[in-house]
């Protein structure tokens, strides 16, 4: 029901955005955002928007590189910038029918961000 693109291998220093859609048979989703797990580490919250781009909150580990935006009532986009290794992970979006801090009524399938060194 959520259908992310834009995952991929960057060098470290590197950019990537990543985009997620929710599909026609979803209403009245509130809040979006961007799960990622690493091999062997449990998922970790990363961002998280309102409706209307409004309060978006980051992890303290993406705070002033990572941008989370919310192109319309059904799609976020995620705006990675100055990534790290340590970025590596499957990056899984996530939403959810009213305002709540973990997002979680809908997922994607996941996206992987590989971060060379």
């Known amino acids: 029901q959520l259908v992310e693109s834009g995952g991929g291998s960057v060098q470290a220093g590197g950019s990537l955005r990543l985009s997620c859609a929710a599909s026609r048979s979803i209403f009245s989703i509130s809040t979006m955002g961007w799960y990622r797990q690493a091999p062997g580490k449990q998922r970790e919250l990363v961002a998280t928007?309102?409706?209307?781009?409004?309060?978006p909150k980051y992890a303290d580990s993406v705070k002033g590189r990572f941008t989370i935006s919310r192109d319309n009532a059904n799609t976020v986009s995620l705006q990675m910038n100055s990534l790290k290794p340590e970025d590596t992970a499957v990056y899984y979006c996530?939403?959810?029918?009213?305002?709540?801090?973990?997002?979680?009524?809908?997922w994607g399938q996941g996206t992987q961000v590989t971060v060379s060194s």
């Open positions: 928007i309102t409706d209307f781009s409004s309060n």
């Open positions: 996530a939403a959810a029918r009213t305002v709540v801090a973990r997002p979680g009524d809908y």
